[in-house]
């Protein structure tokens, strides 16, 4: 059947207003890229040039029964169109989210630096954030072991500024040549492309194991960080030492830092592999959510500010980015904080458009000499000219800055401005030689690069400077909890039984002993191998005498967690007869502290009067929540005793250290599952008592995890 037209006559069908934005308190941004959305709604199908289409479900053909025609230029240009419909994927961070917000300065930062979106706390600059993984293709699952991008566009009154880390303060490699042969053994394997989503590979251990300057990150990695739990709650770090610059023209180094005002937290391994199959999506579909239910994500910037004197203080070079500044030495001051508000419209225009380049740098901004810096100034707007398509990425609705970017280059591929006069150089005196420069100021001045002296030979050689590659990686595993070292130990054992070469094995666990004798031997027993004796051992202790630690609580996760239950998702696991007065009373509770209830049954329907499934045990397994409640009637209890999934349910949940609890007759689902009714983190008691169960509850989720049942939880099979 051939489409109606349903057009007002008269309605142009080109740029109209999006359906959901500009809401009030929109953006700059917001409304800017209002007037590129397009809302098909009350609009007639038309083609790419404007012509109605009487009939979208035909091809024209000669006769009922064709051929089909070369003339229809109808079907020809939609074909033509979908052919095209992909773009190359990013060569690295291909799979992503991406949300609008703003960020906000506490107050003006005058002394440290003259960037205007710095100076002013009445300003709300608009941002873009795109997160990602690194390694998987733009298919793969959220929840791999890997490095997370945390790239941020600031929309701000002096053009864009594009922050561009990750979630570890460090890096794999000292200089960008040494990129491409980082991200070719990283990726899955040439021959077979395998594996996806993972470092569990030959060629990935071959190459860290050949190159000791990446053995601090590749520590971070094997750590609870590659697998965070939310990309809401995890830290952001712009790794590379940056200056802010004043308006006085003083410089000083500094050290980005995003961190959640939530706290940030991971997921066990067990549940990271899980979820990868169960719901691939989990951490993307978490900040989406978040975001529709209106717990917006915060994060505060920070930084750690080091005098221009003091650069050599340190008893490692801030040029490396092998190395962090411990906070106990440099603390963070807190500048800001980011909200994200509003999730993209659209995926492709939006989060996959967006190009991101640490060379998009405003006036009271910075670069350091940091040569993988220097290397990867050049190589993001490189990668967009073939990811999308010609220079003229910069006018795509997402990349666009809010401010004019009137300049005298012109045309390329996909040009959509029309520049008018005839004059495209400078100096003109045609068009009274507009666009002119604009010299430095303090206020509203043009860009002027922060005067540093340098001189030296040409060469190309590492600084001595560089050469310790083993301190710092002691200094994160002697800072870690007893269980995070477990989990570190678990990770290394886990990707080396992957990597099929013995040599190459042996040589990961050679060079685990220069960072801790204990790490090498307990890596090394689960891979039947013996650690040779360390030959450069790191030391947590300061070498050279100059500023050190010998432990940084701070990097430890278990000193970010954050009291409260914010956010946080609770299953209420029950089946038919189950006890509505024990549910509401819970679902009032966990509701008013902040978390988001679900209750989830074997079969969606009614579970008691007037309370229905919001989805099933198989749809949303307990590896999606942060905790579970059991509120059963006798009939309710009895079904889930008999149900291998409601006992697989409440086993895994007890495995994963979350917090349980069971009023009246859920306590016989506990029984029937072989776990205990009553220790930390486990709540029990009767329905009389729900109200005091459920505040304990709520106490023991705010701690996240129920680290002293850990060995424990090791016996259950689940
Ligand atoms: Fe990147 N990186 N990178 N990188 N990187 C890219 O740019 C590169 C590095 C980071 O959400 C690419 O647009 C080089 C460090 C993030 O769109 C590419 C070097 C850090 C993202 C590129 C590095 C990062 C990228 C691929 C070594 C943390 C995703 C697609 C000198 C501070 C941005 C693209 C987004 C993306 C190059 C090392 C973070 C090829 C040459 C260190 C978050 O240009």
Redesign the pocket.
């Known amino acids: 059947m051939a489409n109606q037209s349903p057009a007002k006559p008269g309605v142009p069908n080109s740029v109209q207003p999006s359906g959901t934005a500009p809401k009030a308190g929109a953006t700059s941004k917001d409304m800017q890229l209002d007037t590129f959305s397009v809302n098909p709604e009350n609009e007639a199908l038309r083609t790419n040039h404007g012509v109605k289409i009487s009939d979208d479900q035909n091809t024209l053909k000669l006769g009922e029964r064709g051929p089909s025609l070369l003339e229809d230029f109808i079907m020809r240009e939609k074909i033509t169109h979908f052919d095209h419909e992909r773009i190359p994927e990013?060569?690295?961070?291909a799979r992503?989210a991406g949300a609008h917000g703003f960020f906000q300065v506490y107050e003006a930062q005058t002394e440290l630096t003259k960037a205007a979106f710095l100076r002013d706390p009445a300003v709300k600059t608009p941002v873009y954030v795109?997160f990602?993984t690194v390694q998987g293709s733009r298919g793969s699952a959220d929840t791999v072991r890997d490095v997370r991008?945390?790239?941020v566009k600031f929309y701000t009154e002096e053009g864009n500024y594009d922050f561009?880390?990750?979630n570890m303060p460090v890096?794999f490699?000292q200089d960008?040549i040494k990129?491409p042969d980082f991200v070719h053994a990283v990726k899955p394997e040439p021959h077979n492309e395998i594996p996806q989503g993972a470092s569990a590979h030959d060629t990935f251990w071959d190459f860290v194991s050949l190159v000791p300057e990446s053995m601090h990150m590749v520590l971070w990695v094997m750590s609870d960080r590659g697998i965070p739990q939310s990309l809401r709650l995890m830290e952001g770090?712009?790794?590379?030492t940056f200056r802010l610059v004043n308006a006085a023209g003083k410089s000083r180094f500094v050290k980005f830092h995003w961190r959640p005002v939530l706290g940030s937290y991971s997921l066990l391994w067990d549940e990271a592999q899980k979820l990868a199959g169960k719901d691939p999506d989990f951490n993307r579909r978490d900040l989406w959510n978040a975001i529709e239910q209106g717990d917006f994500p915060e994060w505060e910037l920070g930084v750690q500010i080091v005098e221009e004197e003091d650069e050599h203080k340190f008893d490692f070079d801030l040029l490396d980015?092998t190395k962090i500044i411990p906070e106990e030495l440099v603390p963070i001051k807190m500048l800001g904080k980011m909200t994200l508000n509003r999730n993209p419209d659209n995926y492709f225009a939006e989060t996959e458009q967006?190009?991101?380049?640490?060379g998009h740098i405003v006036p009271g901004i910075d670069f350091s000499n940091d040569p993988?810096?220097q290397?990867?100034l050049f190589?993001?707007t490189?990668?967009?000219i073939s990811?999308l398509g010609g220079p003229n990425f910069h006018q795509l609705p997402i990349n666009r800055p809010v401010t004019p970017n009137v300049n005298n280059q012109r045309d390329a591929m996909h040009q959509s401005s029309i520049h008018r006069g005839q004059a495209s150089y400078e100096p003109n005196s045609i068009a009274g030689n507009w666009p002119k420069e604009t010299p430095a100021a303090a206020v509203d001045g043009g860009f002027e690069t922060y005067h540093e002296r340098v001189s030296g030979e040409k060469i190309r050689k590492r600084s001595e400077s560089f050469a310790d590659h083993y301190s710092q990686a002691t200094l994160f595993w002697k800072s870690m909890s007893a269980p995070e070292q477990d989990h570190i130990v678990a990770a290394y054992q886990f990707e080396l039984s992957k990597v099929e070469r013995e040599f190459i094995r042996q040589r990961v666990v050679d060079n685990l002993a220069n960072i801790d004798p204990v790490l090498a031997q307990r890596v090394a027993e689960a891979l039947g191998l013996t650690p040779a004796a360390p030959t450069q051992p790191g030391s947590a202790k300061s070498k050279s005498g100059k500023a050190g630690v010998d432990v940084s609580p701070s990097l430890s996760l278990m000193s970010k967690v954050k009291p409260g239950i914010k956010s946080t998702q609770i299953a209420i696991l029950a089946a038919k007869g189950a006890d509505p007065k024990s549910i509401a009373a819970a679902k009032t509770a966990l509701t008013a502290a902040g978390a988001h209830v679900k209750v989830i049954a074997p079969m969606l329907g009614e579970v008691a009067p007037g309370i229905f499934a919001d989805a099933t045990i198989a749809g949303m397994p307990s590896i999606a929540f942060d905790a579970v409640f059991l509120a059963c009637g006798e009939a309710s209890a009895k079904a889930l005793s008999a149900s291998g999934d409601a006992r697989h349910y409440v086993l895994e949940a007890y495995k994963h250290l979350k917090a349980i609890a069971a009023v009246g007759y859920g306590r016989d689902v506990l029984q029937a599952s072989h776990l205990p009714v009553s220790e930390e983190g486990v709540l029990s008691g009767d329905t009389a008592n729900v109200d005091a169960v459920v505040a304990d509850f709520i106490e023991a989720i705010g701690k996240h995890r129920v680290w002293s049942r850990a060995a424990k939880a090791a016996s259950v099979p689940a």
């Open positions: 990013r060569i690295v961070h992503g795109r990602s991008g945390f790239s561009v880390g990750n890096f490699i960008a990129f770090f712009g790794i590379h980015p967006v190009a991101f380049c640490p993988l810096l290397g990867r190589s993001y490189d990668t967009q990811r």
